[in-house]
């Protein structure tokens, strides 16, 4: 089982930065692939960004150019450094991965809890 801890939420205003991190932790082989999905209150859930074993990314378009994507297989951390903030990217910010088990081994969606940015005008 994969334990995804999310941290680096808070309140911005418009125009500022926040970076969040992403701390996978248990037992597992590999992980695939590793996202960002936010949700607004009254909103579905929605992709983010992505990034991939082979550091290929893929970005909602409306954050290509504000939104990066990194990630560091040896510690198992995902990070995503969100620049010129909109209040429009207020959201719960949930952690995503697709995961693979050593013991079975089969691949799993794991989700984190979720941190809140808040962008104010």
């Known amino acids: 089982q994969v334990q995804l801890v999310e941290s680096g939420g808070g309140l911005v205003q418009a125009g500022g930065t926040l970076a969040l991190s992403c701390a996978a932790r248990?037992?597992?082989?590999?992980?695939?692939?590793m996202a960002w999905y936010r949700q607004a209150p009254g909103k579905q859930r929605e992709l983010v960004a992505r990034i991939y074993e082979g550091n290929i990314t893929t970005y909602a378009d409306y954050v290509k150019g504000r939104f990066t994507l990194s990630r560091d297989n040896a510690k198992n951390t995902m990070s995503m450094q969100m620049n010129s903030l909109l209040p429009e990217d207020t959201a719960v910010y949930y952690c995503n991965a697709y995961a693979q088990r050593t013991v079975p081994a089969t691949y799993s969606m794991y989700w984190g809890q979720g941190t809140q940015v808040t962008v104010s005008s």
């Open positions: 248990g037992n597992f082989f590999r992980i695939n692939n």
